[in-house]
């Protein structure tokens, strides 16, 4: 009799695990460009067998909600509005919304203006207690303290970066690095990277000593990503469409290893480049083409350096960015020229995203994130 019991609680035990490694479906968050009064926040629901994406809710969160963050605990929703103007003033807008996993339903929170206006970027700090934000048109960043309760309290520092015509600061990317001390933030008009120190106490931005790191004229740094460990920098540049290798030293500091073409050999027509993603397992790295209208995959060695390993199609138009499930075996594609997400499977053995396999119908997509 006891081996029989024994027997029973040891298959139960088998299918639980069974069933927690194999997660039917995953939560993702799209963020868009709207007009009027649209909804430019939607939650999709992944089949994480077939690549399906099924329509959960449409909320409400601003005009173009084109960039957005999770709290710590997942429950807040950040997202940045990409205006000139918010609420009568000359700036941005930062909406929270609060997110229900039990019932799906996404509420709105707060809103505050983001000084100077046009953010487009938008991250959360390492301990969870600010907000860094980037805005391009206006040529600065914000820093935005939260609350106890998670709320953004107050802008607690703000930067303009100056420049000589016609050359613009245009900043698109900020972000912590591996050093939870330092803060990255590309300039795409200035062509440089910038590295900061997070004053925690006061909520400022402090530069770093020989943290300004220039790369060629007119590559238009866009958007980075690190290795898990630390040691590398992978940057993707709009304007110069190449990827970018970095050193990264035990200060933080860059220095430039290697620089790739992002297009496609024989590649000729106008491109830029937009998002850059290493995928679940650490092996291959992916950038997207809007133009050429591709994925570009790169296999990482076991120096960080990179050798291309492949290209495919985005499934539409205009790949604005991209996202990989948190199985590693779906790439999901914004592309917001057209007007849909196309969800490839990835090829584990070569990297390369296949498909479409399914598309989904939403207006100008321009940044997808799952809740994992």
């Excluded at 909320?59 to 909600?65: D, K, Q």
């Excluded at 992916?286 to 199609?313: K, Q």
Aim: charged share 20%; net charge neutral; aromatic share 10%.
């Amino acid at each position: 009799m006891k081996r029989k019991i024994l027997i029973f609680y040891s298959i139960l035990i088998l299918i639980g695990l069974f069933s927690a490694g194999c997660k039917r479906s995953e939560k993702l968050l799209a963020g868009g460009f709207t007009e009027g009064n649209e909804k430019g926040l939607m939650l999709y629901e992944l089949n994480t067998r077939n690549g399906n994406l099924s329509l959960i809710s449409e909320t409400y969160a601003g005009a173009n909600p084109s960039f957005f963050c999770y709290s710590k605990s997942r429950d807040f929703i950040y997202a940045i509005n990409e205006v000139p103007d918010f609420s009568g003033l000359a700036a941005g807008g930062l909406t929270t919304l609060k997110y229900d996993p039990a019932s799906g339903k996404i509420g709105k929170q707060s809103e505050m203006p983001v000084p100077f206006g046009g953010p487009c970027y938008i991250s959360l700090s390492d301990d969870g207690g600010f907000l860094l934000i980037a805005s391009y048109s206006s040529s600065s960043v914000a820093v935005v303290k939260l609350g106890s309760d998670g709320i953004p309290a107050e802008v607690s520092d703000t930067i303009v970066y100056s420049a000589v015509a016609p050359v613009v600061s245009h900043p698109h990317m900020i972000a912590q690095g591996p050093s939870v001390r330092h803060v990255y933030l590309t300039d795409l008009g200035l062509d440089r990277v910038m590295i900061y120190d997070l004053d925690r106490q006061k909520g400022k931005l402090v530069p770093v000593p020989n943290g300004e790191i220039k790369v060629p004229q007119g590559s238009g740094p866009r958007h980075f990503v690190f290795s898990p460990a630390g040691t590398r920098m992978y940057l993707i540049n709009e304007l110069g469409s190449t990827v970018m290798v970095f050193d990264v030293d035990k200060g933080g500091i860059l220095k430039l290893l290697q620089t790739l073409p992002a297009t496609s050999e024989g590649y000729n027509g106008k491109n830029a480049c937009a998002e850059i993603l290493i995928g679940e397992g650490g092996g291959f790295l992916y950038g997207s083409n809007r133009g050429e209208n591709s994925i570009v995959v790169f296999r990482i060695g076991l120096d960080g350096l990179l050798t291309v390993a492949g290209h495919s199609t985005c499934g539409g138009d205009w790949p604005r960015n991209f996202v990989i499930d948190p199985s590693g075996k779906f790439l999901l594609s914004g592309n917001q020229k057209s007007g849909d997400i196309s969800v490839f499977r990835i090829n584990l053995k070569t990297g390369i995203p296949e498909g479409p396999v399914f598309k989904a119908t939403m207006k100008a997509p321009a940044y997808l994130e799952f809740f994992k």
